[in-house]
């Protein structure tokens, strides 16, 4: 839906005027605020299921290691939002089009640079290629890797990455249908992205059956925002971060989903 001319000048408008007085919950203005200034329309953030970086919790809530990151600057920053859980693709194609949208935790490469503002890093993560255990495969560089079949995620960096550069991909609509592949003998490695310390392999049942051969990429994440989002709101989140990182709140963040594999493996 096209987002109306006057949101970018209001939002303007509210953040000049000191608008993080204001709780910046959706439906949960202070009074003062929603009396003495119009309703800022909410930015549109949206994200992909990638646990434990951003997942639905079982109260029906977006939540995650990536996820608290980007709604707790959010709300440092004062500034109203509503977090939407979508395929990948979906999610990356709001963030190019809509004036209003950004989406996270998107990997931040020279093809992608002048598409968006960025704002982070949100988290961290490494480029892997996983092979079935007892495969055979060993791999000292990402060249080593040319006669094999790759599995990628459709509209993904990685698949852009590798199809760019030559390499033989297979890509899938969904990037945990490509386990199942490997797994099934219908590729011979999955080009899978993890954050360092992911339980993603052991949650699935995967550890030992998938092993990791060649790290072929290690880089930060971030919040991409559409290009006409005003700079005063990327600036505005820029320093929500900087200033959340150096009082440590992000790191409590990523602690406090140490326990999450044995606590989702509980329920």
Do not use: H
């Given at each position: ?13 509210v953040?000049?005027?000191?608008a ?9 203005l ?11 329309h ?5 994200t992909?299921?990638?646990a ?42 709001a963030?190019r089009?809509r004036p ?5 935790s998107?990997?931040r ?17 490494e480029w ?34 590798l ?35 992911s ?27 559409n ?6 709101v990327?600036?505005?989140?820029n320093?929500?971060?900087?200033s ?19 606590r989702?493996?509980?329920?």
């Open positions: 839906m096209p987002i109306p001319s006057i949101f970018f000048a209001t939002l303007a408008l953040l000049a005027a000191g993080a007085c204001a709780d910046t919950r959706i439906g949960n202070s009074p003062s605020f929603a009396v003495e200034r119009a309703p800022v909410p930015l549109y953030i949206t992909e299921t990638a434990p970086s951003s997942m639905l919790g079982s109260d029906g809530r977006v939540i995650g290691i990536a996820t608290d990151k980007v709604r707790t600057a959010l709300e440092r920053a004062g500034l109203p939002y509503t977090i939407d859980l979508l395929p990948w693709k979906r999610a990356y194609a963030a089009t209003d949208a950004c989406v996270y998107t990997t490469t020279p093809e992608r640079e002048a598409l968006f503002k960025w704002i982070g890093p949100t988290d961290s993560a892997v290629l996983m092979a079935r255990a007892g495969s055979g495969i060993t791999l000292r560089t990402l060249e080593d890797a040319r006669p094999y079949r790759i599995g990628t995620y459709n509209g993904d960096a990685r698949d852009a990455y199809r760019s550069r030559g390499f033989r991909v297979d890509a899938a609509p969904a990037d945990l249908i490509n386990p199942r592949k490997l797994l099934l003998g219908r590729i011979d490695l999955w080009a899978a992205a993890l954050r360092p310390g339980p993603v392999l052991k949650q699935n049942g995967w550890d030992g059956r998938i092993v990791p051969v060649l790290v072929f990429n290690r880089l930060d994440v971030f919040l991409a925002c290009r006409a989002v005003p700079d005063e990327v600036d505005r989140l320093g929500a971060f900087t959340l990182e150096r009082e440590g709140a992000m790191q409590r963040i990523e602690r406090s989903y140490d326990n999450w594999n044995r989702a493996g509980s329920r």
